[in-house]
């Protein structure tokens, strides 16, 4: 007898264009009724239920009921970093033909489940690199002291606690490394508690407000002309 991943039981769970909708819409971290992702993937209600219970089978997915209301989120933090190396894997050639005409925000910032992601996210990365803030060599990453030291300065990190975890999370839209992991989380909750960024009601996009333009090239070195080059943001 062979013993394998039953890698079929996943394939067939994303193997349908309205659930991979769904999980994209989890995605952005939060908890969503199924009516919500039913709205996001464009299909009734019963016919989500059918497809959420196929993600539910699938461990992508878990359910919470609260009232009369059941609340559906990603399974955990590695199934959605899984899902966004997979989505590495797709093609991309749409993305390109609409950075110039600004159609997809969502490329510039957007949440990867509790951290920043797109074109910002992998900017932060590299100027967490450049200025000698993070070392990374490969997919493995780590805070210098210099690095914890202006963070712990700027509020983004804590005095006297113990140095967070970084992650290399592979941006599925710019093929570069952005953050996760704790360190990712830390940062994501940062930029918003700070108005660096704003999150809307539902989806991932997160819009970069004045603050976070002049902080974001303050401290990572990221210019607006940056983000707009090759993504079409205003």
């Given at each position: 007898?062979?013993?394998?991943?039953?890698?079929?039981?996943?394939?067939?769970?994303?193997?349908?264009?309205?659930?991979?909708?769904?999980?994209?819409?989890?995605?952005?971290?939060?908890?969503?009724t199924g009516k919500e992702l039913a709205s996001?993937?464009?299909?009734?209600?019963?016919?989500?239920?059918?497809?959420?219970?196929?993600?539910?089978?699938?461990?992508?997915?878990?359910?919470?009921?609260?009232?009369?209301?059941?609340?559906?989120?990603?399974?955990?933090?590695?199934?959605?970093?899984?899902?966004?190396?997979?989505?590495?894997?797709?093609?991309?050639?749409?993305?390109?033909?609409?950075?110039?005409?600004?159609?997809?925000?969502?490329?510039v910032a957007r949440t990867c489940y509790n951290?920043?992601?797109?074109?910002?996210?992998?900017?932060?990365?590299?100027?967490?690199?450049?200025?000698?803030?993070v070392y990374a060599d490969g997919e493995n990453?780590?805070?210098?002291?210099?690095?914890?030291?202006?963070?712990?300065?700027?509020?983004?990190?804590?005095?006297?606690?113990?140095?967070?975890?970084?992650?290399?999370?592979?941006?599925?839209?710019?093929?570069?490394?952005?953050?996760?992991?704790?360190?990712?989380?830390?940062?994501?909750?940062?930029?918003?508690?700070?108005?660096?960024?704003?999150?809307?009601?539902?989806?991932?996009?997160?819009?970069?407000?004045?603050?976070?333009?002049?902080?974001?090239?303050?401290?990572?070195?990221?210019?607006?002309?940056?983000?707009?080059?090759?993504?079409?943001?205003?």
């Open positions: 007898m062979h013993i394998e991943p039953r890698l079929e039981i996943v394939g067939a769970a994303l193997s349908d264009a309205s659930r991979v909708r769904m999980l994209c819409e989890l995605m952005d971290g939060r908890s969503h996001a993937a464009g299909i009734a209600p019963n016919t989500a239920s059918e497809h959420l219970s196929k993600l539910l089978n699938a461990n992508m997915i878990v359910a919470k009921k609260s009232g009369r209301c059941v609340y559906y989120r990603i399974a955990s933090d590695e199934i959605a970093e899984i899902l966004e190396q997979m989505s590495a894997l797709s093609p991309t050639d749409h993305l390109y033909r609409g950075r110039c005409r600004g159609r997809y925000p969502e490329l951290h920043i992601a797109g074109r910002l996210g992998v900017l932060i990365a590299q100027g967490l690199i450049a200025r000698g803030w990453a780590r805070l210098t002291q210099s690095g914890g030291n202006y963070l712990t300065r700027i509020g983004v990190l804590h005095d006297g606690e113990p140095t967070l975890a970084i992650k290399c999370c592979l941006d599925w839209s710019e093929r570069r490394h952005h953050f996760s992991g704790p360190f990712g989380t830390r940062l994501f909750d940062h930029a918003i508690a700070q108005n660096w960024l704003s999150r809307p009601q539902y989806g991932r996009t997160l819009q970069i407000k004045p603050k976070g333009v002049a902080a974001f090239e303050q401290h990572f070195g990221i210019s607006n002309s940056a983000l707009c080059c090759e993504a079409g943001a205003t």
